[in-house]
């Protein structure tokens, strides 16, 4: 296999056993991540646009949630950037990892809030919500401040603009597996590789090491795992996958059961089964 580039965090390239891989960059500009969740909500927007008002009323591909209630989660996702990035902290702020490890305590009352959010409107309505939070998140300032006071804790505001990423990347894709006959929504490529990276981060948080390495290209490439350390050419133990199975198998949507018989993933060395790590949120 020929040499290629490899990407680094700083936006530079080198060269690596023959493998292009991007090393997670670390997320400095929150200007930047919020305009990849604005380019995924704007590809979302116009797909729901596009769909009938009978496809809205259909339980989605996420089990509980219709797709107008999915859709409502979204739009409060968009609505809550101006507030948060209005309030700054002086608190240490956490990790990703950590955020989203919150998550699941709260599931229930988001589940019952968004589909409130949802009952009795027409999908027009909730279609304009969701425009109307677009253009809201459009106008927020990214903050400068140290960390950002999040629904599930202090993060800095690149971060947490990272798990925005998440929820309108992951999102989009439920959504398309709803209504399977249709179209896919587009990923677009900056929201998808600030999710990857922001999910490889995570695994590599919650499972540290240097045995194993957890590769998504073009976008992630994370060493985890405990064991003999890797210094040097190619490693013993490689987990390898596409960014949307990662996604799906980050968040729950894809079991690791399914994944490595499916062919979904290439997994080689005794380390190299993320089955006891995932689904990470």
């Known amino acids: 296999m020929p040499a290629v ?33 604005l380019a995924q909500a ?6 729901l646009a596009a769909q009938p008002p009978s496809a809205w ?3 989605s591909a996420l089990s509980g949630w219709t797709v ?27 990790s990703i990892a950590a955020y989203v490890g919150r998550y699941a305590a709260a599931a229930a009352e988001i589940r019952d809030r968004d589909a409130a959010g949802a009952a009795d409107r027409s999908p027009a309505e909730v279609l304009a919500g969701l425009h109307a939070a677009r253009d809201a998140a459009a106008a927020a300032e990214p903050s400068a401040a140290r960390a950002v006071h999040g629904a599930r804790g202090p993060l800095t505001p690149a971060d947490y603009l990272a798990t925005r990423a998440i929820e309108l990347v992951v999102h989009s894709d439920d959504l398309s597996r709803s209504l399977p006959q249709r179209e896919p929504v587009e990923l677009d ?10 999910l490889a981060d995570v695994f ?17 490439a994370v060493q985890a795992v405990a064991g003999p350390r890797h210094t040097r050419g190619t490693p013993p133990n ?3 996958t596409d960014a949307r199975t990662w996604m799906r198998l980050a968040t729950g949507r894809l079991s690791w059961a399914d994944a490595v018989p499916g062919g979904f993933v290439q997994a080689r060395g005794e380390r190299a ?9």
């Open 68 to 94: 107008q209630e999915l859709t409502e989660h979204v739009a409060g996702t968009l609505r809550s950037i101006p507030e948060t990035l209005r309030r700054t902290t002086g608190d240490r702020p956490i």
């Open 42 to 47: 704007d590809a979302l927007t116009a797909w």
């Open 5 to 37: 580039e490899v990407a680094v965090g700083g936006g530079g390239w080198r060269r690596r056993n023959g493998y292009r891989a991007a090393v997670a960059a670390r997320r400095t500009d929150p200007g930047r991540v919020l305009a990849a969740v």
């Open 273 to 281: 089964d993320l089955a006891p790590w995932l689904p990470l949120l």
């Open 57 to 59: 009323r259909r339980p």
């Open 204 to 220: 590599a948080e919650r499972a540290p090491g240097r045995s194993l390495e957890l590769r998504v290209p073009p976008y992630a």
């Open 238 to 240: 490689v987990v390898e």
């Open 189 to 198: 490529r900056g929201a998808l590789r600030v999710a990857t990276q922001a």
